[in-house]
């Protein structure tokens, strides 16, 4: 395996695990603060994140202000992140009033490589 590869796969998984830490504190989070109010302090550190990485890789912002100039439609990426944030947390505040498709959504996705692993 070449080393990109490896690296790519080791980011996959990480992410992977990052996926379901993030349900896991994000739950917690919106019924400790309440679910917007947790959504939008994600928010906060996840851009202040985004912007330290993105200083620390490029040594400028330039980048992120061409993203202003984009057309509008593209920015539905940031709506759709705050989104799956959003129901990620209300998930665990209604779980015991409303099934959430968003506890299937892991289940699907081990079946799924279950089946491409056979």
Do not use: D, K, Y
């Amino acid at each position: 395996m070449a080393s990109g590869t490896v690296a790519a796969v080791l980011v996959c998984v990480v992410a992977g695990l990052a996926g379901a830490i993030q349900a896991a504190v994000m739950g917690r989070f919106g019924e400790r603060i309440g679910v917007v109010e947790a959504v939008a302090f994600a928010s906060v550190v996840t851009a202040l994140v985004a912007f330290a990485t993105v200083l620390a890789v490029r040594q400028t912002l330039s980048g992120v202000a061409e993203g202003l100039r984009a057309p509008p439609w593209m920015w539905i990426a940031g709506v759709m992140s705050a989104f799956i944030v959003f129901a990620v947390a209300l998930a665990r505040v209604v779980h015991h009033l409303v099934p959430c498709p968003m506890r299937t959504v892991p289940a699907v996705g081990r079946a799924a490589g279950r089946a491409a692993g056979r």
